[in-house]
């Protein structure tokens, strides 16, 4: 028995992967060009306000925001709820902390990645690479940390902002991509709902018709 469900397991495991990788040559191109658009763009306007170290950090973060939004547009993290709700969260967390508790650095990193990660739960915004915006409001340099919940402002939201237009441009250009992804669960719930029908409609109980006989 147990043998047969780690089969089993094995099974559905590699079926999904499987599923992950097969994607068109084309689908690589605009994977490229999004996220090739995006990194370019929120370097080029980090560079003229951070630092390095700061600049690589948030480069990190939004790096991995791109994986989701360009290399799986069909994931509810990708979604632009999630992109945009999860590193709202987790940056007003991160500077929260940090200004709770500004000298213990293990302590404020710790509590600021699991206290987003939690509160992304709760609002049904979960994003992962949110938790490094969170994270990086307490290890940046002295530069980001006097920001206070400017750093929201920028230079989160202003990242956010534009991977979420690029990704609005670029995603929906081929004919075989879209974002926001179109079978987002709600939606489809909405599609099965049928309309009730009238008192036109129904028929007499336990009979085929109302004029059978």
């Not at 500004?102 to 992304?120: E, N, R």
């Not at 939201?157 to 079978?183: C, H, T």
């Amino acid at each position: 028995m147990v043998r047969k469900r780690i089969k089993r397991r094995y099974r559905i495991a590699r079926y999904v992967i499987y599923r992950q990788t097969i994607l068109k040559p084309a689908d690589h191109f605009w994977t490229f060009l999004g996220a090739f658009l995006s990194i370019a763009l929120i370097g080029q306007w980090q560079q003229l306000r951070f630092t390095r170290p700061d600049d690589i950090f948030l480069i990190g973060s939004f790096g991995a925001s791109c994986v989701l939004i360009f290399g799986s547009t069909h994931s509810p993290l990708a979604q632009p709820r999630n992109l945009v709700g999860g590193h709202l969260l987790g940056s007003l967390v991160g500077v929260a902390v940090y200004k709770l508790i500004p000298d213990q650095l293990w302590l404020s990193s710790a509590l600021a990645v699991s206290l987003s990660i939690v509160g992304m739960q709760i609002t049904k915004t979960m994003h992962p690479p949110a938790g490094a915006t969170a994270l990086i409001a307490n290890i940046g340099s002295e530069k980001i940390k006097s920001l206070g919940f400017g750093y929201t402002l920028s230079p989160v939201m202003s990242g956010v902002f534009i991977l979420l237009l690029v990704a609005l441009v670029v995603n929906n250009i081929p004919k075989n991509r879209s974002y926001p992804e179109r079978s987002l669960p709600w939606k489809r719930r909405s599609m099965r709902r049928r309309p009730q029908p009238g008192p036109a409609d129904r028929r007499p109980y336990g009979r085929a018709g109302g004029n059978d006989r």
